[in-house]
T-cell receptor, first 115, second 112 residues
Framework: ETGVTQTPRHLVMGMTNKKSLKCEQHLGHNAMYWYKQSAKKPLELMFVYSLEERVENNSVPSRFSPECPNSSHLFLHLHTLQPEDSALYLC??????????????FGEGSRLTVL | LAKTTQPISMDSYEGQEVNITCSHNNIATNDYITWYQQFPSQGPRFIIQGYKTKVTNEVASLFIPADRKSSTLSLPRVSLSDTAVYYCLVVPEYSSASKIIFGSGTRLSIRP
């Protein structure tokens, strides 16, 4: 139990569907992240929210839309996805401003399959 | 950010000590060396971090030579449950966690 909970754990959707991934952190952190992990590829940072403001967006296609209503919750809204978007989507949180390097706390991920 | 190089994969047997070496030739003075572990279909988790010499916790030991251009993660008496991908990262002090870049890691397979 990492203190970061992701739902659903598994999702299968068609290319015309609209779905959302949810992440909740119980650690009191002030930053949340979405990462994508495709088979045999390194983790890719998609979005960063710090103090509920989006601070980074690494050129992610607009079919992925993040939402951070408060510091404990993060959503990734999905629409008109492509089969190549099938991957493990990981949510993470951190407490920015720590003395040493920021440590990331990851959820268990949402395994997305796009048909 | 300093680039890291580590073996793509390693195999070992239960009960053995496993050492995974990472090179980071361009490490800066204010960089910390951090290792994460990722089990299949789970997110990575932080296991150990160090600046120099040796750091030990309940999971692993981290050995860093004086020149800090490499580091070795040591897992004592591994079990099947230590099968995972291990990532070596170099991160500047006081930096945002958003600056952490994960490479391909080392895929460790433990056999009975």
């Amino acid at each position: 139990e990492t203190g970061v909970t992701q739902t659903p754990r598994h999702l299968v959707m068609g290319m015309t569907n609209k779905k959302s991934l949810k992440c909740e952190q119980h650690l009191g952190h002030n930053a949340m992240y979405w990462y994508k992990q495709s088979a045999k590829k390194p983790l890719e940072l998609m979005f960063v929210y710090s103090l509920e403001e989006r601070v980074e967006n690494n050129s992610v296609p607009s079919r992925f839309s993040p939402e951070c209503p408060n510091s404990s919750h993060l959503f990734l809204h999905l629409h008109t996805l492509q089969p190549e978007d099938s991957a493990l989507y990981l949510c993470a949180s951190s407490q920015e401003g720590q003395v040493t390097t920021g440590e990331l706390f990851f959820g268990e991920g949402s395994r997305l399959t796009v048909l | 950010l300093a680039k890291t190089t580590q073996p793509i994969s390693m195999d070992s047997y239960e009960g053995q000590e496993v050492n995974i070496t990472c090179s980071h030739n361009n490490i800066a003075t204010n960089d910390y060396i951090t290792w994460y572990q990722q089990f299949p279909s789970q997110g990575p988790r932080f296991i150990i971090q160090g600046y120099k010499t040796k750091v030990t916790n309940e999971v692993a030991s981290l050995f860093i030579p004086a020149d800090r251009k490499s580091s070795t993660l040591s897992l004592p008496r591994v079990s099947l449950s230590d099968t995972a991908v291990y990532y070596c990262l170099v991160v500047p002090e006081y930096s945002s966690a958003s600056k952490i870049i994960f490479g391909s890691g080392t895929r460790l397979s433990i056999r009975p």
